[in-house]
């Protein structure tokens, strides 16, 4: 969609705008385009109560219900209840290994769509399509799905075994982008688009009320060249809307350590450049050991993939081992094998520490708990260690929490410790909507301050903006569903003037004139 032609041909205010493409977006252009989930007649919900309750009223769509109500005693591994209770309605008891048949039927009602915008960089999918291809994602295959669509059916198309029944981020992407084609929601995405400015505009001279405007550039082809290649231009465009949702997702700008050094060539701060520099020949066995720095799942991938090589690897984290909260022990083992292999590489090589420069052959430590030769030779972890500083010959000094230090020099170094969201079209980044307006906005610390069964930011300057997926802290596909949920809903009651249902508290004014839907 060429979206500077449609801010020139019409003076229309929009009545949503989403900021990003991946399965967030996705999700709620779907619910905004007129899929609406009902309670099915044959449909029966393990949970007594919450079957009850869908119970109750059952000609009206789970849109129109009271969310806070349905969500009222419902557990999940998710801190927001309407994604713990969307969740529960799309894969009953699937926490248990069960595979309960959803108690919900969707119906296309086209009368209830809303008219919305759904801006992304890429091709729908967002950060999926800059993934590795051929790892496995931590989630199962159906976790990842959208309603209307089953993931599995759809693999099963394309390969014939689903492995562990999880999917490649590759085949993820490739399932998102065939999504938005087969629920026809193309017309709703405009591609190749960047948003520089999101400012709140006061109302018109004619009455009409305030509203966002959304700003930015949106990459297109121009003229042919002689050799067949096209120049491709950004274009300015601008958008005036009464509903705006942040959908960014947090990969864009990786978290760095804040050291002397950090700067330097060797010094990465994405697995995709150590497969970049793979690619070019830069590492093999014969290469001075890689040095990953983090305990998440990247940088067990980094981890893997160097050692596969038979290069060497160096393995920095501040936890220990047997941290509770380090994610490898939270991880099913015969589920995710290749990350218990990782946790088994921490667990059995712990550092014993020393001062000594580590810089010619890299020897694994005996394990804390045993005296048996390494398993994993190659492999040197340095657990509760963090980087003092990375110097100019390639030398990086790691300092132990009680203040020894060890000097490693490495062919890279692998930062590896998360990221933050490009919020740069926000004043000050958007650091003033998080929970703590003191720190930027973080997935896990500090996610955006909104109301838990509307996902309405708390501390936006005016009413109409929104967020959700990794924003307010849903690192999973599986729950980020339920914000879309929340957003569709809210916005339904407001645009029929449902005062009864959406009734004014503490936490926002939900009080909105229902005009501002109506466009």
């Known amino acids: ?38 309670l099915s007649a044959e ?37 927001n209840p309407v994604a713990v209770l969307f969740d529960s309605l799309l894969l009953p008891d699937s926490d248990f290994g069960l595979d309960h048949t959803s108690p919900l039927e969707w119906r296309y009602e086209p009368e209830r769509a809303v008219p919305h915008l759904v801006l992304g960089k890429g091709p729908p999918g967002g950060a999926w399509h800059a993934m590795e291809g051929s790892m496995l994602t931590l989630s199962l295959a159906n976790w ?23 999917a490649t981020p590759a085949e993820i992407a490739s399932y998102y982008e065939h999504y938005v084609s087969k629920m026809n929601l193309e017309q709703n995405f405009a591609c190749g688009t960047t948003v520089t400015a999101v400012t709140r505009e006061s109302g018109q001279q004619d009455g009409s009320p305030p509203c966002w405007r959304v700003s930015g550039l949106q990459r297109r082809d121009g003229e042919i060249l002689g050799d067949g290649c096209s120049v491709t231009e950004e274009v300015p465009f601008s958008l005036l809307a009464h509903n705006v949702v942040l959908a960014t997702g947090t990969h864009d ?67 220990s081992v047997t941290d509770p909260g380090l994610i490898f022990n939270q991880l099913p083992k015969l589920l995710y094998p290749e990350y218990h292999k990782v946790h088994q590489m921490m667990t059995q090589q712990q550092h014993q520490s020393d001062s000594s420069d580590r810089t010619q052959n890299l020897q694994p430590a005996p394990s804390s708990s045993s005296s048996s030769p390494s398993s994993y030779p190659g492999y040197l972890s340095f657990p509760c260690h963090r980087v003092a500083a990375f110097r100019p010959d390639q030398k990086c000094v790691l300092e132990s929490d009680s203040g020894e230090q060890t000097v490693v020099r490495v062919s890279k170094a692998l930062v590896l410790i998360g990221a933050h969201p490009n919020l740069s079209f926000l004043r000050d980044n958007g650091r003033s909507l998080g929970i703590n307006r003191d720190e930027p906005i973080s997935c896990r610390r500090n996610p955006i301050d909104v109301d838990p069964f509307t996902n309405m930011v708390l501390a936006a300057d005016g009413p109409g903006m929104y967020a959700m997926g990794p924003l307010v802290g849903e690192n999973f596909v599986r729950f980020l569903k339920g914000g879309a949920l929340a957003i569709a809903g809210d916005l339904w009651k407001r645009r029929s003037g449902g005062e009864d249902a959406v009734t004014p508290d503490s936490r926002v004014d939900r009080r909105t004139d229902a005009r501002v839907l109506d466009s």
């Open 43 to 79: 449909g029966c919900h393990p949970n007594p109560l919450l079957h009850s309750k869908l119970s109750e009223r059952p000609h009206l769509s789970l849109l129109e219900q009271d969310l806070e109500y349905l969500c009222e005693g419902l557990e999940g591994r998710s801190s």
């Open 1 to 38: 969609m060429d979206l500077h032609h449609k801010e020139t041909t019409s003076g229309e205010i929009l009545p949503v705008v989403i900021i990003g493409n991946g399965p967030s977006g996705i999700c709620l252009s779907y619910l905004l385009s007129g899929y609406t989930p009902y």
């Open 253 to 319: 700008v990786p978290a760095r350590l804040g050291v002397d050094g950090e700067s330097l060539p060797f010094v990465c701060h994405s697995f995709w450049e150590l497969e970049a520099a793979i690619a070019r020949g830069e590492l093999d066995q014969s290469s001075d050991p890689v040095l990953v720095v983090g305990a998440g799942l990247t940088a067990a991938d980094a981890v893997l993939t160097a050692h596969h090589l038979n290069t060497s690897v160096c393995h920095a984290f501040r936890r």
């Open 144 to 166: 990842m799905e959208l309603p209307g669509l089953k993931l599995k059916d759809w693999m099963r198309d394309k390969r014939r075994n689903v492995r562990n029944d999880r």
